[in-house]
């Protein structure tokens, strides 16, 4: 598959990630390894490549980092470095600082029992054992000498005297805080809401037991935004039946608008889902404290062994509610381009922050992409050690579903038109979402490379038209055009 080059770097056709040209180094994400670069001579008409076996084989290359070389690492009650929260910002902030040379002790604490991994995978592969989903192997912690405390719940944070206190009473001083805490589900309200086998994806345990419950049985999704399709794609299979409850009129309505919403509605009902929609659950009905039905306002009742609640999430911030550390009324944390929030020395990263978007003028945005995470812990650890790095990074996200890859890049809220080029029913197509006389974002399907080639074009500052987009002649992606 053809990459994007533009500007002495690469990006990936399918998820984005850009590696340095001449270096082979992330520059970036998501992912979290460089690539190797070889030796190139061009003789006459022959390209002669020089590479070890061993770079062939590995195809990745983890940066140099240091190791930690402070004495009071593993025991003591402070460290130079604590990170709230081990997600793509938490990992990616403790591998910076790692790169950069830092070797002071480093900690990060989780709510989860396992060491950091790919969370965003469990809803499109819900299977999958947690070995499988770790981000970095057990031996790499140790290596670099990265401290990871799981089941550790933070329960507050006190900045005047830079400590945090645990739920198990254990405190710890810090002298630079990243707070990556990520979100919290949202759980439905409705009557019967604590009977057995309703379920929000939130760890492998979770995941893995919807597809054992689902075997062959009736599967409810309440949520038609990407957690919800993901599962539904994915329990098509196993599932004896899949319905899908949802308040809009079509999925992934207010992201992808209508008519893609509506393409993508009519590729699941071929895959045997069935859809309620423009409605909600009213009652969830036990057997034996097990879910037996759900009843919805419209007054369907659907039979259901096992449900998934896909409703979207808020931020975890409650511990930080009398920290003194700024949050917005919806609970995020506001931060600056250089990831500081409010209290110097605290840094905050991933999906419970708003922060400034350079290329949508600066609007103070909220985006839980997994990419932008990643970024957003670099920039954290970069600030840590007075790098005045700034976040730059162009949103670009991914979801599959029945083998089909959708992407999408840009910040699309608020979008009042959008123009297709292709053919959505043949999920062929790439939807431009315009404002006003702008294209602030691009999803496609079966057109790769496109949106990596529009996401190097506005990462580059240059603005697309919506009359450049409306005429299909794309001669302006590829450079031919003005």
Known sequence: MASVLSRGRVRCPWHGACFNISTGDLEDFPGLDSLHKFQVKIEKEKVYVRASKQALQLQRRTKVMAKCISPSAGHSGSTNVLIVGTGAAGLVCAETLRQEGFSDRIVLCTLDRHLPYDRPKLSKSLDTQPEQLALRPKEFFRAYGIEVLTEAQVVTVDVRNKKVVFKDGFKLEYSKLLLAPGSSPKTLSCKGKEVENVFTIRTPEDANRVVRLARGRN????????????????????????????????????????????????????????????????????????????????????????????????????????????????????????????????????????????????????????????????????????????????????????????????????????????????????????????????????????????????????????????????????????
């Open 219 to 482: 599967a409810v999704i309440v949520g038609a935004g990407f957690l919800g399709m993901e599962v539904a794609a994915y329990l098509t299979e196993k599932a004896h039946s899949v319905s899908v409850v949802e308040l809009e009129e079509t999925p992934f309505r207010k992201f992808l608008g209508e008519r893609v919403g509506r393409a993508l509605m009519k590729m699941f009902e071929n895959n045997r889902v069935k859809f309620y929609m423009q409605t909600e659950v009213l009652e969830l009905r036990a057997q034996e404290g097990k879910l037996k039905e759900v009843v919805l306002k419209s007054s369907k009742v659907v039979r259901a062994d096992v449900c998934v609640v896909g409703i979207g999430a808020v931020p975890a911030t409650g511990f930080l509610r009398q920290s003194g550390i700024c949050l917005d009324s919806r609970g995020f944390i506001p931060v600056n381009k250089m990831m500081q929030t409010s209290v110097p020395g605290v840094f905050a990263a991933g999906d419970a922050v708003t922060f400034p978007l350079a290329w949508r003028n600066n609007r103070k945005v909220n985006i839980p992409h997994w990419q932008m995470a990643h970024a957003q812990g670099r920039v954290a650890a970069q600030n840590m050690l007075a790098q005045e790095a700034e976040i730059s990074t162009l949103p670009y996200l991914w979801t599959a579903m029945f083998g089909k890859s959708l992407r999408y890049a840009g910040y699309g809220e608020g979008f009042d038109d959008v123009i297709i080029q292709g053919d959505l029913e043949e999920l062929k197509f790439v939807a431009f979402y315009t404002k006003g006389d702008e294209v602030i974002a691009v999803a496609s399907m079966n057109y790769d490379p496109i949106v990596s080639k529009v996401a190097e074009v506005l990462a580059s500052g240059r603005a697309i038209r919506k009359r450049e987009v409306e005429t299909g002649d794309m001669s302006w992606l590829t450079g031919k055009g003005s």
